[in-house]
């Protein structure tokens, strides 16, 4: 790790993935009010929120020189255990889902759109880590946008 020894990385931090928590974290009340500023915009749309998110995070990803060390924690997350909470950390869901048009969805309550909420990052998640392995990104992008068009078919009342 860029000229940290081993042992002072440990005395700040339990693990790998607790770093990554705690840059993740640095940013989390912004990107909540980015994601409720856009499902505003959006009047409520999920779909269009997780390609926001979906378009933010592989750019960043990507571009961001930093993330080297980020890029290979996430690997690591991706397969284990910490991916849920990550992603709870990451999201608000309670304060997403009070912002989520619902009305037009295939959902009987509170709970059920906060199930397709976190199913829909879930797929976003993977996505972004497909996108990440291939090295056509136009074409993850496309794939990731027929996985929520599938998802869309089949939770919406009037498509």
């Known amino acids: 790790m860029h000229g940290i020894s081993r042992g002072s990385f440990y005395q700040y931090f339990?693990?790998?993935?607790?770093?990554?928590?705690?840059?993740?974290?640095?940013?989390?009340?912004?990107?909540?009010k980015e994601i409720?500023?856009?499902?505003k915009e959006t009047d409520g749309d999920i779909f269009e929120l997780c390609?926001?998110?979906y378009d933010k995070m592989t750019k960043k990803i990507e571009k961001d020189e930093n993330m080297i060390v980020f890029r290979k924690i996430f690997n690591n997350i991706m397969q284990?255990?910490?991916?849920?909470?990550?992603?709870?950390?990451?999201?608000?869901?309670?304060?997403?889902c009070k912002i989520i048009k619902s009305n037009n969805l295939k959902i009987q309550n509170e709970k059920e759109l906060e199930i397709l909420l976190k199913m829909l990052i879930d797929i976003t998640f993977k996505s972004i880590m497909y996108s990440k392995m291939n090295e056509n990104k136009k074409e993850e992008r496309e794939k990731f946008l027929k996985r929520l068009e599938f998802i869309k078919f089949g939770v919406m009342e009037n498509i």
């Open 51 to 53: 390609i926001f998110l």
């Open 80 to 96: 284990s255990k910490e991916k849920r909470v990550l992603e709870n950390n990451l999201i608000d869901f309670k304060m997403i």
């Open 36 to 39: 409720a500023d856009l499902l």
């Open 14 to 32: 339990e693990s790998k993935e607790d770093l990554l928590k705690y840059i993740i974290m640095q940013d989390t009340e912004s990107k909540n």
